[in-house]
């Protein structure tokens, strides 16, 4: 059974820092690995997918890379901004379309 | 614009009653999803469905029930046989096929039980 870990749980960052944020899964049998950001009581917004070929996705300040060997995915978060703020998670695709585990999401802060 | 509309956004039930969750999508997309969100815990698949007239269970289906008579729609039905309702439930849709898997979401929708 695929589990996805995210740490931290939450994060707190000063303005215009760079940041990383960790995703680790136990299947490396992925189809996808998708990053996703939830303001509080909202939906949840795509943010980047990388499909199990790829090693990683860029849109302008998110960098997202995937290491299926390790089991293993990265956001990387250029400059943070005070709109940053929100909770972040990610989500391994295995076993077909419908096979979608979710990590708890690492919930960041960014202070202006 | 296309996406998936939710409602109500904020929804209370009695013990004893059942409820449901609409949702609806505008994107052409094949399959449909019900998730549920509790805090400190990963988004649970409570049902989903590939196509009309099709539907499976999910890994917490226990006291729901879903309906897909449409392609646009897949509502939740929240039964008094779920012990702990309370929670904050998304619906989400995805093409099928290559090139599938971006899942898009609804608002969500959060229920109370009073």
């Known amino acids: 059974k695929q589990e996805v870990t995210q740490i931290p749980a939450a994060l707190s960052v000063p303005e215009g820092e760079n940041l990383v944020l960790n995703c680790s899964f136990t299947?490396?049998?992925?189809?996808?690995l998708q990053w996703f950001r939830q303001d509080p009581g909202k939906g949840l917004t795509s943010l980047l997918l990388i499909q199990s070929s790829q090693r990683e996705q860029t849109s302008g300040r998110l960098n997202a890379s995937l290491d299926k060997s390790s089991g293993r995915s990265t956001l990387y978060i250029a400059a943070s901004q005070p709109g940053d703020s929100a909770t972040y998670l990610c989500?391994?695709?295995?076993?077909?379309?419908?096979?979608?585990?979710f990590g708890t999401g690492t919930k960041l802060q960014v202070i202006p | 614009d296309g996406g998936i509309t939710q409602s109500p956004k904020y929804l209370f039930r009695k013990e004893g009653q059942n409820v449901t969750l609409s949702c609806e999508q505008n994107?052409?997309?094949?399959?449909m999803y019900w998730y549920r969100q509790d805090p400190g815990q990963g988004l649970r698949l409570i049902y989903y469905?590939?196509?009309?007239?099709?539907?499976q269970k999910g890994d917490i289906a226990e006291g729901y029930s879903v309906s897909r008579e449409k392609k646009e729609s897949f509502p939740l039905t929240v039964t008094s046989a779920q012990k702990n309702p309370t929670a904050f439930y998304l619906c989400?849709?995805?093409?099928?096929?290559?090139?599938?898997?971006?899942?898009?979401f609804g608002a969500g929708s959060r229920l109370t039980v009073l």
């Open positions: 989500a391994a695709g295995s076993g077909g379309y419908q096979k979608v585990t």
């Open positions: 299947d490396s049998a992925i189809y996808n």
């Open positions: 469905s590939q196509i009309v007239n099709d539907f």
């Open positions: 989400a849709s995805t093409l099928t096929g290559a090139g599938a898997n971006v899942l898009t």
């Open positions: 994107l052409n997309h094949d399959a």
